[in-house]
């Protein structure tokens, strides 16, 4: 009886180890919310696998949101969506990965991203003072990300602190995403430009990274536990080369204040919250910041890039069957902030005048993916 009840515990802790970090691979999807172009760099269905001493794990996770207001700082141009001269992001992606767990600490990630966006203006066409009713048209992209590849480790010993325990993970970026897309735009009812589409619906940055992670969770019982994860992107490159002209000649100002190209920009992301197992069922909820910021940490910060963040309050469910998880969360923007950018300080030093640029957010995402181990 007494063996029968230590199992019962044992099975119990095993499950909220494989729980207790409910979708920490959304950690790295930070994909872009809008014209903030926080991208994909690949998800890994990365829970506490305590007690699994090898084998495989197949992950997909889908993902969309749809961008279309627009602030500057904090405050929200509402006058935008009154005008009708809003930009409008569609993201689609769906992040494939494949888990190699050596032992009960080690384990590998390789992480694919596929991306489809649409993005709707009239600014980057007719232009917003335009009153023909073509004036309104569409660029679009789609192709495979930046893929990358990770190595993680359990701190502590998985057998011997299963109330609690911190993962580590360093990963390497590789720029397979098309960076340079072009599509066409349309200037006049007879006239087309073909040139590189904006920097939120890109497919890459163009940039050689290294990410770094901390995942960590504690079981207060079998069924209530919290998480945390830690995620950072390092873009040593400055820029990419990419004109931000959209196919036409690029302004004196963008050459002058250094936005005359794309940015290779940093991003990060950190996550809070809280578990609660019924069964198969586990609850979540918590908190989540993503963030790209106006300089990085290593190399330059020139270039042109919409630098902010979004603070969401994030629900979440998932369901466990013996090899399977279903997982979904669905982030609720609290607040969105397009800060200052690199290019706007030089800018407000040369002129005297204070300059922020804007940028598009969504009011929610729809995270839903499953998790398959081999």
Same mark, same amino acid.
């Given at each position: ?6 199992? #019962? !515990? =044992? ?13 920490? *691979? ?20 990365? $829970? ?29 141009? =509402? ?10 992001? +569609? ?14 600490? +080690? ?20 232009? %917003? ?11 679009? *992209?789609?192709?495979?990300? &930046? ?5 993680? #480790? +359990?701190?502590?010993?998985?057998? =011997?602190? #299963? $109330? ?8 390497? $970026? /590789?720029? !397979? ?5 072009? &599509?066409?735009?349309?200037?006049? &009812? ?20 290294? !990410? !770094? ?91 042109? #890039? ?21 997982? *979904?969360?669905?982030?609720?923007? /609290?607040?969105? %902030? ?16 204070? =300059? ?6 969504? &009011?929610? *995402? ?9």
């Amino acid at each position: 009886m007494l063996k029968s009840t230590f199992e #019962r !515990t =044992k099975q119990y802790y095993l499950r909220i180890a494989l729980l207790a970090i409910p979708l920490l *691979s959304l950690q790295e999807l930070a994909e872009a919310q809008g014209c903030v172009a926080i991208r994909s760099t690949g998800a890994v269905c990365m $829970k506490p696998q305590a007690g699994i001493e090898s084998g495989w794990q197949v992950n997909m996770i889908y993902r969309y949101f749809r961008s279309f207001r627009h602030f500057v700082g904090t405050e929200e141009q =509402k006058e935008r969506l009154e005008n009708h001269t809003e930009v409008i992001n +569609w993201q689609h992606t769906l992040d494939l990965s494949l888990v190699r767990t050596f032992n009960s600490r +080690w384990s590998l990630s390789f992480n694919v991203p596929v991306l489809a966006n649409t993005r709707s203006s009239m600014y980057e066409h007719y232009g %917003n003072g335009s009153k023909s009713p073509n004036a309104r048209q569409q660029t679009h *992209s789609f192709g495979i990300g &930046d893929i990358r590849f990770a190595v993680y #480790r +359990w701190l502590l010993d998985p057998a =011997k602190s #299963r $109330k609690g325990n911190i993962q580590a993970g360093l990963g390497l $970026k /590789l720029p !397979t995403g098309d960076y340079q897309f072009q &599509d066409y735009f349309v200037k006049n &009812d007879s006239t087309r430009v073909l040139g590189p589409v904006d920097q939120s619906i890109q497919l890459g940055d163009g940039g050689t990274g290294f !990410t !770094t992670e901390l995942n960590g969770y504690y079981n207060f019982s079998h069924r209530f536990s919290v998480y945390g994860s830690f995620y950072y992107l390092f873009n040593p490159r400055e820029q990419n080369g990419v004109s931000t002209a959209r196919g036409g000649a690029v302004s004196a100002s963008a050459v002058q204040y250094g936005t005359a190209v794309m940015s290779v920009p940093d991003q990060y992301m950190v996550r809070l919250g809280a578990n609660y197992v019924l069964q198969h069922l586990t609850l979540s909820g918590g908190g989540r910041m993503e963030c790209v910021p106006a300089k990085d940490l290593i190399g330059g910060s020139g270039g042109f #890039r919409r630098p902010g963040y979004v603070i969401s309050v994030e629900p979440g469910l998932s369901y466990t069957f013996k090899k399977l998880v279903f997982f *979904s969360t669905v982030p609720v923007a /609290l607040q969105r %902030n397009r800060t200052q950018s690199y290019g706007d300080k030089l800018q407000t030093q040369a002129t005297g005048v204070y =300059k922020q640029g804007d940028a598009a957010f969504a &009011d929610y *995402s729809i995270n839903i993916g499953m998790s398959v181990r081999l």
